[in-house]
């Protein structure tokens, strides 16, 4: 789900998921209560008791915090998954690194590139499917590689390279609006880390942007994830909401929690 989806839709959400479905082997929705839908507890609990899906991906503003206790009254195992953090930067308006002559940005030289970049720099990403024994960690893995592969068949995709031609040191995709860049995923190689790249990737996000007449860039990742949220404020971005994940879980897969 995307920024708009969790920030500026007007309804509840409740929409069938082909791809995890068949990337975990399992039925699987997503549900999201965008913060603008000013929706009540009735709505979720709805469409959680219509929904047959073995798993509902569900997002929700984290100020409702009395939700979680009402859903596991929902005949189904509610698994508290993460809290994402949203960040939103005004376009121009970063504290950007010097130029460096030893970088530059350029895009993905083929698939082979962005399946070995994504591999390396999230493989021990601690993401919301982690959360879930349903779900295998190789096959969350899988999902980000596909993830980053159709952002890169759609120009999307930022590669941030050394002085050599082999050299990639980060990564970064992006949903690109009218006035809005998103970035979806984003980080250094595990190599090339603590040495400042970081923001020379944001930098290169925030010029695209500028160029095509964006006027904002925004970003999420999990709670737990504080080292690039320093990064983020570093940089000039400011913090803006806190969005919960569960997963409702059928009660007739329980065997896959004695794993």
Known sequence: MGWHDLM????VQMRQSPLESARFGCSVERLTVPLGARSSFSEVREAVLESAADVIVLRYPAENVGWFAALTTLGRTAVFADC????????????????????RTTEPTGPAEVRASVSGIFAAYGNHYLANPLFDVADALAGYR?????SAAEGRCL????????????????????????????GIAPG???RGLYAHLLKAVEDRALARGATEVVISTQGHNTRVQR????????????????HLTRNRLPHAWER
Do not use: C, K
């Open 84 to 103: 994402l953090t949203h960040w939103r930067l005004p376009a121009g308006e970063g504290r950007a690194p010097e130029p460096s002559p030893e970088l």
């Open 159 to 186: 590669v941030l390279r050394g002085p050599g031609p082999d050299d990639v040191l980060g990564l970064a995709t992006l949903e690109e609006g009218a006035f809005r860049t998103e970035i979806l995923l984003a």
């Open 192 to 194: 090339a880390q603590g």
């Open 146 to 150: 596909e993830w980053a592969l159709r």
């Open 8 to 11: 500026e839709a007007e309804a």
């Open 231 to 246: 990064a983020w404020a570093r940089y000039g971005f400011e913090p803006v909401q806190a969005v919960v994940t569960v």
